[in-house]
């Protein structure tokens, strides 16, 4: 089947149905079919019928089970003889570690040095004897690299995370599911994107099937690569890559993807990593769901309000993966905070004389403000010396307020803001 799908060719639209079911018939009892929850808090929060697609429950803890057992399912015995391969940010690699398990295929995945140690962890437990997993680079690109160049040398088969259309059409499945699992059609499907794997299988599926859905592909606003190669007519590498979203950080879209997602009539929107990880906590919080960066992309988008729903309509929206460290909720907690204007950092310099805390604590410090971070160390004798104080407000509304205290203090106070060097420095 080609990347490009057009669905008003009845030939190309039937090969790929027939393509997504057969792959559907080759994950039975391989793959989760995994459940289709209604969501109180969000239906609450959007006046929408909103549906939990939990693909955090999968083989795996995400849908990449799906693609990385249809494409390796399908090698012929001496494809499968010489082995496969793979570069992961971590999901991927578990997909590709279980499959090579369950077909008895050797397998090699290769992941940067920034990959979380869980997912490493479960890489190696999901494949077991049959699968070596290789910790190499910095970041993605230099993992696919040497992915690139095992399979140069070793004859093994590549397994693309997205950029491959037996992967494309194993992650439709979970479109054939959901549709499956509702008693109707979904007005509105979100659902997260990296390089564009799911969106591009699932939102063809959709406009065969469906066409009547709208879809919506959410990326993070850190890696929004899917959306500069529709500005730019193919597909292109962003300048620069905030990795923080790690299963959805891909600094170029596929070629295979990106004609299906074009085509598909797809919106995209973008989502801060502070909106992520305040939707992350929430999961956690009041539903009870563990869920990774990307895997809280899609529904981050609905607390946000980058998707604008209708009363009554229903709405689908993937949980893609639940791999995330617990390690990883101090920074979770901290992006939140200072997304949600919760949390801000200044410079202070104090005279080197007593009282002059006192005197910030009395006069600059509002009645609900917590002083939750204090680094200051006396260097030399100087008339002043600087510190650099984190204050957690109890509202988002006191900042103003604080701001006016600090500009009618004599103490020199300077903002670090989010973003800027100093603030990627210092905190």
Known sequence: MESRVDV??????????????????????????????????????????????????????????????????????????????????????????????ALGVHGSVFVPGTTPRQKRDRIAALGGEVVDLVVTGDSYDEAAAAALAHARDTGATLVPAFDAVPTVVGQATVALEFLEQLPVPPDV???????????????TWLRLHSPGTRVVGVEPAGAASMAAALAAGGPVELPALDTFVDGAAVRRVGGVTFPLVRDSGAGLVAVPEGQICTEMLELYQVDGVIAEPAGALASAALTGGLVPVEPGQTVVCLLSGGNNDVSRYGEVVERSLVHRGLKHYFLIEFPQEPGALRRFLDEVLGPDDDIVLFEYVKRDNRETGAALTGIELGSAADFPALLARIEASPLRIQHVEPGTTAYRFLV
Do not use: M
């Open 189 to 203: 499907v979100v659902l997260p994107v990296g390089g564009g794997g799911l969106l591009a299988g699932c939102a």
């Open 8 to 101: 008003a060719d009845p030939g190309t639209a039937e090969r790929f149905g027939a393509e997504v079911q057969a792959a559907a018939r080759r994950l039975a009892g391989v793959a989760e079919r995994t459940p289709l929850q209604r969501n109180a808090r969000l239906s609450a929060a959007t006046g929408a019928d909103v549906w939990f697609k939990r693909e955090d429950l999968q083989v795996g803890r995400s849908y990449k089970i799906r693609g990385a057992y249809n494409t390796i399912s399908q090698l012929d015995g001496d494809r499968q003889a010489a082995g496969v391969v793979c570069a992961s940010a971590g999901n991927h690699g578990q997909g590709v570690a279980f499959a090579c398990r």
